[in-house]
C-alpha cells in the first residue's frame, strides 16, 4: 500500500479524547495497509498560552536571542502533542515513535519565528518504517546549522507535514482541520459559501496569501513546487468512516492542467483583516527611492504586501504599502525614525483600519472585465477602494475594515458563488 502523511490541527489535538479520536483514524489508514506519518500540532491554545507567559518577561527591546529563546518555547507544544499521540497509539496497538524537529532533523536557517526548511533527513523515519511503525514528527519546528530550536511561523505545521511529505514521496499528505474542505468563503461570513471538491494549487496559494485560513501560504508553496498531492479535510467525521469515502472526501488541491478550465470565472472570494497601511509621504521622486523604503524594510523581518507608488508632483511623491497588523507599529517606528530622515520625506502617516478582499480564480485568465465588474459592485455598495492589486488570477482591493463583511457578501452573491459547484 501507499506512504500516506496525515497532519492534524490544534483542535483536533485540543484534549485527551480528540487524542484517542486521532489515534483511531490513524490506526484505521494503518491496518489498513499503509505506511503512516503523523504531523500534529500543539494543544488548540497552547502555543499561545506559553507565548504569552513568556511575553509577561521579555524586555521591551526583542532582541535576536530573545527570539530565540521564543522559539525554544514555543517549540515544546508539538513536543508534548507527538509523545501524547504516541502513547494513544500505542494503545491502541500499533508500534508507534516520535521525534522532534532537531532530532531527524529537520533542517532550517536561522530566522527565528520565521524559519525556512531547507532539508530533512529521512533515514530514521524511512528505517522506522520499514520495521512497521507509525512515525510522529513535530509540526512547526525545526533546527538550525548551531543546533538552535527554530520555528516557522504560526501555521507551520501544515508547511512541516507537506515537506515531510515531499521528503519522503508519500502518495498522499491529507491536512485534517476543524473545516471539511475549502469554500468560496468563510461560511461564518457568507452562510450560503459552498465547498469546492477541487481547487488548484495556483488559485489556493493566492486564496492563501490572501486571507484564507485554511492552508498556511509556504504548505502550499511547498505542495506546489514538490508536487505533493493534497487533500484538506474534516477530523470531526467519524473515525470510524469507511477508508474509501475518507479518501474522497474535502478538497483536493490539484494541478491546473488537471482542473476543469470551464469553471466558473471566480472560484472564491478571500479576505484578510489583520491588515495595515502605512503612506510615506513627499518623497523626493529619484532612481531607487522604492529600494531606499522598502530595502530597511525587509532588513527588519517586515513582509510587505499591496504597494502603490503615487505619480509624481513637483519632483515628490507618495509612497503606500501594507503590512501586517502586528507589524505596523514597527514598520511606523522604522519610517519616522530611519527611512523619512534618510530619504528627505515630508511626513508618515499610517492606518491600522483598513482591509483586504480579493477575488480568485483561474478562469479570470480568459475572460475580460472581471475586475470592472468588482469595482462595480463595490461602488454600488457605497464602498471607496483605496488600493488595488492584481495578477493573472486575482483581483486585491484594500477598503476600510468596517465594509469587509458587506463587501464579501455582496461580491459572492455577484459572481454567483452560492450556486451549484462549479466543478466535481
Not at 25 to 32: H, I, M, S, T, Y
Not at 69 to 79: N, R, V, Y
Not at 111 to 136: E, M, N
Not at 317 to 338: A, E, M, P, W
Request: hydrophobic fraction near 45%.
Amino acid at each position: 500500500m501507499a506512504l500516506i502523511v496525515h497532519k492534524y490541527g490544534g483542535t483536533s489535538m485540543g484534549s485527551t479524547e480528540r487524542i484517542r479520536n486521532v489515534a483511531k483514524r490513524v490506526a484505521k489508514w494503518a491496518r489498513a495497509g499503509h505506511q503512516m506519518i503523523v504531523v500534529p500540532s500543539a494543544m488548540s491554545g497552547e502555543t499561545n498560552r506559553l507565548l504569552g507567559l513568556a511575553k509577561e518577561l521579555q524586555p521591551a527591546q526583542i532582541t535576536p536571542s530573545v527570539m530565540r529563546e521564543l522559539d525554544a518555547i514555543a517549540a515544546t507544544g508539538e513536543q508534548v502533542s507527538v509523545g501524547l499521540l504516541s502513547i494513544a497509539l500505542q494503545a491502541e496497538g500499533l508500534q508507534a515513535v516520535s521525534y522532534a524537529g532537531w532530532q531527524l532533523p529537520i533542517a532550517t536557517d536561522s530566522s527565528f519565528t520565521k524559519a525556512r526548511i531547507q532539508q530533512i533527513d529521512d533515514v530514521r523515519v524511512r528505517a522506522d518504517l520499514d520495521a512497521g511503525k507509525v512515525v510522529v514528527i513535530t509540526g512547526f519546528q525545526g533546527v538550525d546549522d548551531s543546533g538552535n530550536i527554530t520555528t516557522l511561523g504560526r501555521g507551520g505545521s501544515d508547511t512541516s507535514a507537506v515537506a515531510v511529505a515531499a521528503a519522503m514521496k508519500a502518495a498522499e499528505c491529507l491536512i485534517y482541520t476543524d473545516v471539511d474542505g475549502v469554500y468560496t468563503t468563510d461560511p461564518r461570513v457568507v452562510p450560503e459559501a459552498r465547498r469546492l471538491a477541487t481547487i488548484s494549487f495556483e488559485e489556493m496559494l493566492e486564496m492563501a496569501s490572501l486571507g484564507s485560513k485554511v492552508l498556511q501560504i509556504r504548505s502550499v508553496e511547498f505542495a506546489g513546487k514538490y508536487r505533493v498531492k493534497l487533500r484538506v479535510l474534516s477530523s470531526f467525521t467519524d473515525w470510524d468512516i469507511d477508508i474509501d469515502e475518507e479518501a474522497r472526501s474535502g478538497t483536493l488541491i490539484t494541478f491546473e492542467e488537471e482542473a476543469n478550465m470551464e469553471q466558473a470565472v471566480v472560484s472564491g472570494i478571500a479576505f484578510n483583516r489583520d491588515e495595515a497601511k502605512v503612506t510615506i509621504l513627499g518623497v523626493p521622486d529619484k532612481p531607487g527611492v522604492a529600494f531606499r523604503i522598502l530595502g530597511p524594510v525587509a532588513e527588519a523581518n517586515i513582509d510587505v504586501d499591496v504597494i502603490i507608488q503615487n505619480v509624481s508632483h513637483d519632483g515628490k511623491t507618495d509612497f503606500s504599502f501594507t503590512v501586517h497588523r502586528n507589524d505596523y507599529q514597527r514598520t511606523l517606528d522604522l519610517l519616522k525614525t530611519q527611512i523619512a530622515p534618510a530619504t528627505g520625506a515630508r511626513e508618515v502617516t499610517g492606518d491600522a483600519r483598513i482591509c483586504k478582499v480579493s477575488i480568485v480564480g483561474i478562469g479570470m485568465k480568459s475572460h475580460v472585465g472581471v475586475a470592472a465588474t468588482m469595482f462595480r459592485i463595490l461602488s454600488e455598495e457605497g464602498i471607496n477602494i483605496q488600493m488595488i492589486s492584481t495578477s493573472e488570477i486575482k483581483t486585491s482591493v484594500v477598503i476600510d475594515e468596517k465594509y469587509m463583511e458587506l463587501a464579501v457578501r455582496a461580491l459572492h452573491r455577484a459572481f454567483e458563488l452560492d450556486g451549484e459547484p462549479a466543478r466535481v
